[in-house]
């Protein structure tokens, strides 16, 4: 029941009642990008970061928001495959956003491996939940905190980033964020009671153990592959018309600087078939080895 189809008005008043809310695009919001990005797909310049960078932030310009933070990913998984191409991106789009008045600035993240433990949508939604019970996985915690440390500060909240973490680790001991995750869960038509009873979202039929097909320590895992399994799984759509199954998904078990023996488990396939030989292969083929531990930076800058 959850949605982001809501209107103007409600958005507002959800904001200023609970301070959160998430709205999707809609027509009567920078209509004249949604025509530039059909035409980007027919000439070719999808890739092109201006446009890429005008697109996003005419959105959050044209939405109304005084202080925008940013996570702009780099690596494998993500659309920016190198660093030097994620920084141009960032660097545009803060300046875009700094020029019109609005306080920007922009983190960029590694996605040389995917983030957290569950790539799926029951089973993320599971983890964010953990997260916020300060139980989450530390990579998933650390970009959470300092996304939100700089978001904190951008608003007028506080001063420093030390006294941001400070405050939002509070919240998270003390159950508060859990709370307001709740609330806005149930102010957009979903149920909140579910946040205390994760069990009760869709589980997969089967669990179907990956195993290792060589030994020594993760090197990198292929988050777009890994995304791409789990959409074979029905996690996300083939084509436009698929349905997608909210119950399936992937749990990895191994992350980059693990050591592993060969047929150790990587990872587990939530699915709701057993014919699943080619995502076992898929995900397998997302695991590059190395003799030595290789330790990943998650936050590479902050622009």
Do not use: C
């Not at 959050?60 to 495959?81: E, P, R, S, T, Y």
């Not at 789009?93 to 040389?112: D, H, K, L, P, Y």
């Not at 060589?214 to 996300?236: H, K, P, R, T």
């Not at 600087?257 to 076992?280: F, H, I, P, R, S």
């Amino acid at each position: 029941g959850f949605h982001v189809e809501i209107s103007e008005q409600e958005f507002i008043d959800l904001v200023n009642k609970d301070k959160v809310a998430v709205i999707g695009q809609t027509g009567n919001l920078t209509p004249a990008d949604k025509k530039l990005y059909g035409l980007r797909d027919v000439t070719g310049t999808v890739n092109s970061i201006p446009l890429i960078a005008s697109s996003i932030m005419s959105k959050k310009i044209a939405a109304g928001a005084d202080a925008i933070v940013l996570d702009v990913k780099v690596g494998d998984g993500a659309f920016m495959k190198t660093e030097e191409d994620a920084v141009q991106l960032a660097k545009a789009m803060v300046e875009i956003g700094n020029n019109v008045g609005r306080r920007t600035m922009a983190i960029i993240s590694s996605m040389e491996e995917p983030l957290g433990y569950a790539i799926g949508n029951a089973n993320e939604v599971r983890e964010a939940i953990d997260t916020l019970k300060g139980e989450g996985p530390e990579d998933l915690k650390e970009l959470s905190l300092t996304l939100a440390s700089q978001m904190a500060v951008a608003s007028g909240k506080v001063q420093t980033t030390e006294e941001a973490r400070e405050l939002l680790e509070k919240v998270i001991a003390d159950g508060s964020a859990l709370e307001k995750f709740k609330a806005f869960v149930n102010n957009q038509g979903g149920n909140g009671s579910l946040v205390d009873q994760p069990e009760k979202l869709p589980t997969a039929k089967y669990n179907i153990d990956v195993l290792a097909t060589a030994s020594g320590y993760v090197d990198s895992i292929d988050a777009e592959q890994v995304g791409v399994a789990a959409s074979i799984l029905g996690a996300g759509r083939q084509t436009k018309e698929d349905e997608i199954d909210l119950a399936v998904g992937i749990i990895l078990h191994k992350k980059v600087g693990d050591a592993v023996k060969e047929g150790d488990v990587l990872a587990t396939l939530e699915a709701n078939t057993e014919a699943v030989e080619d995502v076992v292969k898929k995900v397998q083929n997302s695991y590059h080895y190395g003799q030595d531990q290789k330790q990943t930076k998650l936050i590479k800058r902050i622009i």
